[in-house]
Structures are given as structure tokens and as C-alpha cells.
Nanobody
Framework: VQLQASGGGLVQAGGSLRLSCAASGRTFSSYSVGWFRQAPGKGREFVAV????????NYADSVKGRFTISRDYAKNTVYLQVNSLKPEDTAVYYC????????????????WGQGTQVTVSS
């Protein structure tokens, strides 16, 4: 499975973006897909995950109510709609796959995309 994240950019606080994670590989639909982020000088942290069926999702407390994860099987793409952005959301956002549950652990994911930068100005 190869993953390509896109959709990042520079936005003002309160703004929105839609991040995309496009995948290649016929087994992608069998895996859960997660989003993680890494701010400068910090470790990679869990943001959200959607199960292989799309029926279960899990979010970090810091983004609940503001971020929404979804997937389009026809396009082999997972989206992360990020609303009401805050300066503390500034980070490189990565998508990851290769697991079957909704784990928030970095080590649960076998495949990673290259990341897309989100910068929120105050």
C-alpha cells in the first residue's frame, strides 16, 4: 500500500481545510486508515482513525467536534475535514494504514504517507 497525503496549507485561525489520503494497492479497502500529526520538536500524535468498513471512527480529544474523518472506497481515498482550526493544530499531518482496528498507537500502522503541512496563523 502506498499513501499520498495532500490538502495542507496556510490558513487563519477559525478556518478549514480538507486533507486527502490517496492510496494505491488493492488491499487498501481492507485496512483502517489513521491520521497523525507532528509539530516541530514534538512526537507524532494520533488525530483520527476510520475502520476498514467505515463504521467505526476514533478521534483524539483535542480534535473532537472539529475534525471529521471519512473514506471514499470508489476513489481509494480517506479525507480529514478540519474545521475551526487553531494555531496549536499547526503540524505536518500524516496518513497511515495497515491495521484493522481503530488503534491510536503509531506502532500499530505499517504504511505511512509523506505528510502534508498545515499551518494556522493567529
Amino acid at each position: 500500500v502506498q499513501l499520498q497525503a495532500s490538502g495542507g496549507g496556510l490558513v487563519q485561525a477559525g478556518g478549514s481545510l480538507r486533507l486527502s489520503c490517496a492510496a494505491s494497492g488493492r488491499t487498501f479497502s481492507s485496512y483502517s486508515v489513521g491520521w497523525f500529526r507532528q509539530a516541530p520538536g514534538k512526537g507524532r500524535e494520533f488525530v483520527a482513525v476510520i475502520s476498514w468498513s467505515g463504521g467505526r471512527t476514533n478521534y483524539a480529544d483535542s480534535v473532537k467536534g472539529r475534525f471529521t474523518i471519512s473514506r471514499d472506497y470508489a476513489k481509494n481515498t480517506v479525507y480529514l475535514q478540519v474545521n475551526s482550526l487553531k494555531p496549536e493544530d499547526t503540524a505536518v499531518y500524516y496518513c497511515a494504514s495497515g491495521t484493522w482496528g481503530t488503534s491510536p498507537e503509531v506502532t500499530s500502522y505499517a504504511y505511512w504517507g509523506q505528510g502534508t503541512q498545515v499551518t494556522v496563523s493567529s
